[in-house]
């Protein structure tokens, strides 16, 4: 046996016990996680059976796939490294100046391309779960990217505020009938007064103690609106709150509603495309601000916060405005994601606003790399967009069998994949740094020399 | 010794907990001049410079700083008791910087700094870190934002000054080349000066500098020398640096303090400074009185 063969058998070897081990180890997590099910039979008793066929394929569909990455992907993988000097990966220029004014274009056609092709009745869907949720989420990882990937300052309550500008539109318009209109910039007033309101006990925190306090804010707002029930109603929530109107006109089937106006059929699809026109108009006024902001002294300082507050001071920088302005800012920005949230649903409650939302959107800030926009887009369409196809996914039924439930593993999937992504990509999406103003040419800047802010 | 005193140190002491770091030091520096503060590692220097640039609050004493005719310091008293921490008037101002945070000794008293251990925004550009040291006068010119995110033309011409300046800084430290890289890649020696463009972009009148030649070689501390002295020259900005390094203290220096176990021990030229026995002691680590056994031993 030549020195060569000898090495690969081992190799061979050593790949089929790591396998094994991973299967071992699977099958001690999906044991009770998915070969265990419990079923209330017909006489209302908890009865235990088991999925054993299901779990032996999620175990060797596992083992297969570490065996698949240590016999073969790894060694392409260094092999590809070995042969090429590795350049810091980032995006060229040409690709991030035509991917903004096209994915704007698509989005502004993009209820009319899935009207065109799955009807009016079809499209609700798509316009509704994917479009507005997604829209929904872009705005409000834009607005958290100003908090935690621009100044640096973690903030793990970030649903407080969009819970303050749902309920700033809910009770107002419900109580006084104020617009809709009025009520937007108002919510978005309203929130960033909390911001701010936060923002001074929380100044002389940093890192996992500011964490800590931004966590605990999140869970105080939603906890007063659970039990402050004479104003909120509760866990009842309030209901019936005023729909958004197409400035004066209502979307129902009157004389003076859209549809006759127009001279349309009526369809409730209409409202859901104005409502799909007007989270874009919001998302894109985030967007196109925070653009502006970071080229404006303000941004440079919230950057600058972030890769050293000490510095800042002795360069003259009142820190503690500058945090307020960034908690204000953000906060502003759930409060008109908020009031569009209410306006859109008619219906809000404490439940809407539990940690798991302010988790999500930090999710969709890291995983689009801090303080990139184009990246935090692309984050959110994936993080909602896949949680939301995972819905249908049935095709998944032809690998684990007809009782397959796809809805079920959602957030299994999705934990799945974000695992992978901070294994391939530590910092993000995209992690490089674009400069805010340059003297010749525009350098992106690599991850490795920004800071991350120490909270 | 040009001009009258800018700077008055009197009395400044620091305690952390029982420790004295800083014991009833008074000092002054003169316009124009660069001052040197000087003394073995634990001292109470960066100390000193902590309380002057408002990062420390000391426990004691008084830190007054003059802007424009000496006149003002007639009324230093008077702003003393007067429990404000600024007067102006038509001849200069008179701060009180131990009643001052921080960012308000930068921004109003004009006191800018550098560290021991560079603190560059290493993940912003040469230019950027430059742009954020201009951070007041932009602030005002963008309308504390709000004219700025409406776009009002105003801000665009006084950004394309504040970069000019900018670009200034960099062709005198010649890193125009190297303006839109990030701080973080400049050789180490072009960042410890680019720390000092920094701070000067903030049209200081006095500039402290911590330690501004610490690793750095004979040619680059010659280069450093240059930039002071140039500093000095084209802005008139008065200078006040810790040093360990003695070619750049005793070259540039027109006035050293020293300093040891938090008291000082000396204070005049380097002339003076360099034969004054109490000096030599602290340095050697003996007495007074064993100095000039000690030289002879080593030769001195």
């Not at chain 1, 810091?88 to 040409?94: A, H, L």
């Not at chain 1, 009745?121 to 798509?126: A, I, N, R, T, V």
């Not at chain 2, 560290?115 to 005002?140: C, D, K, W, Y």
């Not at chain 2, 020293?258 to 003996?286: C, H, M, Q, W």
Request: hydrophobic content about 50%; some cysteine.
């Amino acid at each position: 046996m030549t020195a060569s063969a000898r090495r690969e058998r081992s190799e061979v070897v050593h790949a089929l016990r790591d396998a094994g081990i991973t299967a071992l180890i699977s099958f001690g997590l999906f044991l009770p996680l998915v070969g265990l099910l419990t079923i209330t039979n017909m006489n209302n008793e908890l009865r235990l059976t088991t999925r054993l066929p299901l779990l032996v394929i999620f175990v060797a569909l596992i083992a297969g796939v570490r065996l698949l990455v240590t016999l073969v992907i790894r060694p392409w993988a260094e092999r590809r490294r070995a042969l090429s000097t590795r350049k810091p990966f980032s995006i060229p220029r040409s690709f991030s100046r035509w991917f903004v004014p096209f994915a704007i274009g698509f989005l502004v056609v993009y209820p009319f391309i899935s009207l065109a092709a799955v009807g009016y009745s079809g499209s609700l869907k798509w316009i509704d779960n994917f479009g507005i949720q997604i829209l929904i989420y872009v705005m409000l990882g834009w607005g958290l990217n100003i908090v935690v990937g621009l100044a640096g300052l973690l903030d793990l309550g970030y649903v407080a505020f969009y819970a303050v500008g749902a309920y700033s539109y809910g009770l107002l318009a419900s109580h006084f009938g104020l617009s809709f209109w009025i009520l937007l910039p108002l919510a978005g007033i309203l929130s960033s007064f909390w911001g701010i309101l936060l923002g001074f006990p929380v100044l002389r925190l940093r890192g996992d103690y500011l964490a800590i306090v931004t966590l605990a804010f999140g869970e105080i707002i939603r906890i007063v609106l659970v039990n402050w029930v004479d104003l909120t109603n509760g866990y009842a929530g309030i209901a019936a709150i005023p729909r958004p109107t197409f400035f004066g006109i209502p979307f129902n089937t009157d004389d003076n509603g859209f549809a006759a106006t127009f001279h349309l059929t009526f369809s409730p699809t209409h409202r859901t495309i104005f409502l799909y026109y007007l989270i874009l108009g919001l998302a894109l006024l985030t967007g196109y601000v925070t653009t502006r902001l970071r080229r404006l002294p303000v941004g440079r300082a919230w950057e600058a916060l972030r890769e050293d507050e000490i510095a800042c001071r002795s360069l003259g920088i009142n820190t503690t405005n500058t945090k307020l302005t960034a908690f204000a800012m953000g906060a502003m920005f759930a409060g008109f994601a908020g009031s569009f949230f209410a306006a859109r649903q008619g219906f809000i409650s404490p439940e809407s606003f539990t940690f798991i939302e302010s988790a999500t959107i930090l999710s969709i800030v890291v995983l689009g790399g801090m303080g990139s926009q184009i990246g935090v887009a692309i984050a959110a369409v994936a993080m909602i967009g896949g949680t939301e196809i995972m819905r249908d996914m049935d095709f998944l039924k032809a690998i684990f069998g007809d009782t397959f439930d796809p809805t079920q593993y959602r957030m299994l999937i999705f934990g799945f994949a974000m695992v992978l992504i901070m294994i391939w990509k530590p910092r993000g999406l995209i992690a490089s740094r674009e400069p805010s103003v340059f003297l010749k040419e525009r350098k992106t800047i690599s991850s490795e020399l920004v800071k991350e802010g120490h909270g | 010794m040009a001009g009258e005193a800018m700077l008055r140190v009197e009395h400044l002491t620091m305690r952390f907990g029982g420790l004295v770091a800083v014991n009833d030091v008074s000092f002054e520096v003169h316009r124009g001049t660069i001052a040197a503060l000087i003394g073995p590692n634990g001292a109470g220097k960066t100390t000193v410079f902590n309380c002057i640039t408002g990062f420390y609050k000391p426990s004691e004493g008084r830190i007054a700083l003059q802007h424009g005719d000496s006149s003002a310091w007639q009324s230093l008293d008077q702003l003393t008791d007067s429990g404000k921490r600024e007067r102006r008037d038509a001849n200069g101002a008179l701060f009180l910087l131990e009643r001052m945070p921080d960012y308000l000794v930068a921004q109003r008293a004009r006191v800018a700094r550098t560290f021991q251990n560079i603190r560059l925004f290493s993940g912003m550009t040469v230019l950027e870190n430059l742009m954020v040291a201009q951070h007041n006068p932009l602030m005002l010119a963008s309308g504390y934002t709000v004219l700025g995110v409406l776009g009002f033309p105003g801000y665009a011409v006084r950004e394309y000054e504040a970069v000019e300046k900018a670009r200034g800084w960099l062709e005198r430290l010649e890193l125009v080349d190297r303006a839109d890289d990030p701080a973080g890649d400049l050789p180490y020696g072009a960042q410890r000066r680019l720390e000092i463009a920094r701070a000067m972009c903030t049209d200081p009148v006095l500039l402290c500098l911590d330690e501004p030649a610490a690793g750095l070689n004979a040619h680059e501390s010659a280069e450093l020398n240059e930039l002071l002295l140039a500093i000095r020259k084209d802005f008139g900005t008065t200078i006040l640096l810790i040093e360990h390094d003695m070619s750049v203290v005793m070259e540039i220096s027109d006035h050293i303090v020293v300093l040891d176990y938090g008291v000082k021990i000396s204070d005049g030229t380097p002339e003076f400074v360099r034969n004054d026995p109490k000096v030599i002691g602290a340095y050697l680590g003996v007495e007074d009185d064993e100095v000039a056994e000690v030289e002879a031993e080593v030769g001195l």
